[in-house]
């Protein structure tokens, strides 16, 4: 069993709809990571989080530390928001370390 | 713009024959970190820099090795690569190791033919 699961795997929404991804995980943790990829493209850093909710633009990225979860939230999505979204996180220890989760492959349709 | 640069954005080598790959960052960062990405998987952490130091993952091969002249630029050297070493190969810095943000570059997908 992974470390750090995401669901959905695949997700496919219209133009506007509100989108959650969500992540859990099971060992203890410093930092939750958000992290988006374009097909073919780099890694581009969304949200880090200890605890609490973080915004940015539509995007919402919240963490609950007691249930080992975490969600991202894109409001009002648009079809470039379409890419692999990946939650990773820095276990406790050996943290300089990321643990990828296994993404979530968004497809916004106009 | 401070960012993470990586050179060639694609690049081609043939069974066996010796390839680097270059990052460079603005940033001025203490860590840089090398990772590999197969087709579909997450991003497998190779290496990583702090400063000078350097921290090989147990698993990363021997066939990989790395070198970092200065703050700015690190390399990836693979010195005989496999069919299985095709992948997108991943740069990324952060100003301290543990849990901070990690910026990464635009990779460089490599082609074993």
């Known amino acids: 069993k992974n470390e750090v699961e995401q669901s959905p795997q695949n997700l496919t929404a219209q133009e506007g709809e509100f989108i959650t991804i969500n992540c859990s995980y099971s060992?203890?943790?410093?930092?939750l990571h958000w992290l988006q990829q374009h097909p073919g493209g780099g890694i581009v850093s969304l949200f880090m989080?200890?605890?609490g909710k973080k915004k940015h633009g539509r995007l919402i990225a919240t963490i609950n530390i007691q249930e080992k979860h975490s969600s991202l939230h894109i409001t009002a999505s648009h079809p470039r928001d379409s890419a692999v979204y990946i939650c990773a996180v820095n276990l406790n220890f050996g943290n300089e370390k990321l643990t990828f989760g296994t993404g979530t492959r968004l497809t916004i349709i106009p | 713009d401070a960012m993470v640069i990586q050179n060639p954005r694609y690049q081609v080598t043939q069974f066996g024959k010796p390839v680097t790959l270059s990052c460079s960052q603005t940033l001025n960062h203490n860590v840089m970190y090398w990772y590999q990405q197969k087709s579909s998987q997450a991003p497998k952490l190779l290496f990583h820099y702090y400063d000078k130091d350097f921290n090989n993952e147990a698993d990363t091969p021997d066939n990989f090795q790395s070198r970092r002249p200065n703050t700015s630029f690190c390399f990836l050297d693979i010195r005989s690569p496999g069919l299985g070493d095709a992948a997108m190969y991943l740069c990324?810095?952060?100003?301290?190791?543990?849990?901070?943000?990690?910026?990464f570059g635009p990779g460089t997908r490599l082609t074993v033919t």
């Open positions: 990324a810095t952060s100003s301290q190791t543990g849990a901070y943000e990690q910026y």
């Open positions: 989080l200890s605890s």
């Open positions: 060992v203890g943790i410093s930092a």
